[in-house]
């Protein structure tokens, strides 16, 4: 449970903090419980910018103190202390005044909406609303520039298996307004959802195999036998969808897809992990029958932490001050887990 502060600013100015309250989700940048309070509380409508402060030292729980925007001033505000928010240089356009309502703005002149957009997430790496359109809710994504671009990535998917990423309906660097995706959120997959996703994606790679069409992390595992491709890059489970599409390619590069499989192998419940690997192996061996994905993936395991280690300390270099709280201490914890996995 987190205890909310909110500091509101109407245009950037300073106009009072809120009576402070809890919310029941625990997860830092899940937002659309902080806003959906303070809308009705306040009878304004609100977005939040940034966090500003955390007495908790992971990405959950504690009090939270967050930089709101509101359409108006409110009333009822308490003005016993004044903040100041000055601009940073590495602060992400949504994090700045304005910044919400112009992703919404540019999202609206692509679909119609048919009621208020939701505000569902925003931190150092995304900023995420749902929009209720004509054609049904609909994702306004905003992405930082240090990620990989999320709609070229998504078309690269969808030339090999247009069924496999989300359906985009508008991109440009920087942010993409995706159709709904059916089904829920796999974070502890069944066996037959491993068998119905995992094998498509290594399809998909093997199909794009070739010479790098993204960044390559420079992290290189042996390959046995198995190609450089597109690899996702955070290839757990919480980012497929249980209709079978697979989200958030903003950690997308090239490599040797036996990263991703390690990263998922790494992520699923033990009793997991023997069907995972067995469907990616299997699926491997399809393509490449002359390959040993099996060693490729022992080799990978500890890589994959290394490449970890990598993006955490990308995110550290390039976000502002207050929001490091997320990824503090993150490369140095990758790099300990990839030792104790060294082969």
């Known amino acids: 449970m987190r205890e909310i502060r909110a500091l509101i600013t109407v245009g950037g100015r300073y106009v009072g903090e809120a009576e402070p ?22 009878g304004v409508t609100t977005s939040v910018l940034r966090l500003v402060a955390t007495t908790a030292p992971a990405m959950r729980d504690g009090v939270v103190t967050y930089q709101v925007e509101a359409d108006r001033e409110p009333a009822g505000l308490d003005r016993g202390a004044e903040h100041e928010f000055p601009d940073h240089p590495l602060r992400l356009p949504w994090a700045r ?11 609206a002149r692509h679909v119609r909406l ?42 690269l998917v969808a030339s090999v298996d ?41 399809a998909a790679q093997a199909a794009l195999a070739g010479e790098p069409r993204l ?16 690899l996702h890059g955070d290839f757990h489970p919480g980012n497929w969808r249980s209709g079978g599409v697979v ?21 699923v419940a033990p009793g997991v992990r023997a069907g995972v690997e067995r469907a990616w192996v299997e699926a491997w061996l399809e393509h490449r029958p002359d390959s040993d994905p099996a060693e490729a993936l022992r080799h990978a395991r500890p890589a994959s932490h290394l490449v970890g280690a990598l993006v955490y300390q990308e995110f550290l270099d390039n ?25």
Request: aromatic share 8%; glycine share 10%; charged share 20%.
């Open 319 to 343: 976000i502002e001050p207050s929001e490091r709280v997320y990824h503090e201490g993150d490369p140095e914890a990758e790099r300990e887990r990839a030792q104790s996995l060294a082969v």
């Open 21 to 42: 309250f809890t919310v029941d989700s625990p997860w830092w940048n899940h937002v659309e419980p902080v806003t959906a309070h303070l809308d009705r509380a306040l």
């Open 215 to 230: 960044r390559v992390r420079g992290v290189e595992p042996p390959g046995f036998g198995l190609p450089g491709t597109l």
């Open 247 to 267: 989200l958030d390619w903003g950690d997308a590069h090239w490599g040797n897809p036996a990263l991703d499989a390690a990263r998922l192998v790494g992520f």
């Open 97 to 107: 005044p304005g910044g919400p309502a112009e992703l919404v703005a540019w999202a």
């Open 162 to 202: 247009p069924t496999l990423a989300p359906v985009l309906l508008a991109a440009e660097p920087g942010r993409v307004l995706l159709a709904e995706a059916p089904g829920h959120d796999c974070w502890r997959p069944t066996g037959e959802v491993v068998d119905r996703i995992v094998p498509r994606w290594v």
């Open 114 to 155: 048919t009621g208020r957009p939701v505000q569902v997430k925003t931190w150092n790496l995304s900023c995420l609303y749902r929009l209720p359109t004509t054609r049904g809710a609909v994702w306004a994504k905003a992405t930082p520039p240090f990620m990989a671009d999320e709609g070229r990535v998504i078309g």
